[in-house]
């Protein structure tokens, strides 16, 4: 699932950034952006289910529940931390004409690091007050409790009960704000995205249960039903006529489209475990050795952080604004390509530095 959200931000990102202004009238852009939709809450999903199978392996060995806090919320400031350095990087290749507010930020990574602090403290709270045969009850309704608070909060915190006596560093975490006045639906705030990191936290809890292990189809096919649910459920609820909003705005903060969107990641799940178990995504990885997707999902952050430059930075391959669907279609191919050699590269020579330095040491002579 991971690979799947690098290829959908990649193709989201070239199409946003080559396209001509012609090109971007075309239903063909309009369905790139629609699939722009899923990378953010597939990456949080995710975080939240990979936060989930961390803390199921340290309760497993006993630790207690300030130890595990202190683990996975210092995993949570690490990825903070990088989304920081990302900013910085960005800002310093920049040089010249980003502004300085760019420093500040709120980008999907700052976002991730967050949600995975919160999660640290919610797991934190749950296993303190619970113990024994309900603690994991306890840990899975404290993550979808918590992720519908969020989703519920966020249209007044964006419109009515926007915290604007922050400054808007600090505001821009709650409601995307930036400097700009008011809240930005392309930028990551809190509220609504780190319910996605809880939806996924709850969902990798539930998946971990022994029931679920046990049954391990029938669970990922009944979270798929609860996903087609939910996607039925947010289109009946949308279709009233009276909302529980002053404001009402489904496609940026409406808890509606929280619902569809945790929908349709559930389908997304239970599709990939399908394909994995069932389908023709085992055959490359047994056949070959190689998956792209998996490939790809495997150094997530590092493509992120790479592709970013060459599609909208400096060293973009491409001119921006300037080219045809087939241009830069073309451009997303040598992305997709670029970035699966590198994540290969990552992975092959992950914990092999000293190897390879030997390796160039030993070639340096001989030449």
Known sequence: MRGLACVLMFQTHCYDSWL????RQSKFFMYSQLGGTFPAPLFLFLAGISFALVTEKLWKKNLPPAQIARATIRRGAEI??????FRLQEYLIAWGWAPLSDLLRVDVLN???LSMMLMGVVCWLALSLHRGAHARLALILASAGTALLISLLTPPLWTTWRPNWLPWPLESYINGVHNLGTPQA????????AAFAFAGLASGFILQ???ARQREALTFFWLGAAGLAFVAASRWLDAQTRQLYEVYDYWHTSPNFFLIRVGMLLVILTASYAWCR???GQRPAGRW???PLIQLGQASLLVYWVHIEFVYGRFSILPKHSHSIRTASLGLLMIFLAMLLLAFLRTRLKG??????AWFRSSARAS
């Open 20 to 23: 001509s202004p012609s090109a």
């Open 80 to 85: 903070f931390a990088f989304g920081l350095l």
């Open 111 to 113: 976002t991730i690091g």
């Open 186 to 193: 392309w930028l990551f705030p809190i509220f609504p995205w």
């Open 209 to 211: 249960s022994e029931w």
């Open 278 to 280: 069932w389908g023709l």
């Open 289 to 291: 050795g190689f998956s």
């Open 352 to 357: 092999r530095g000293a190897e390879t330095l």
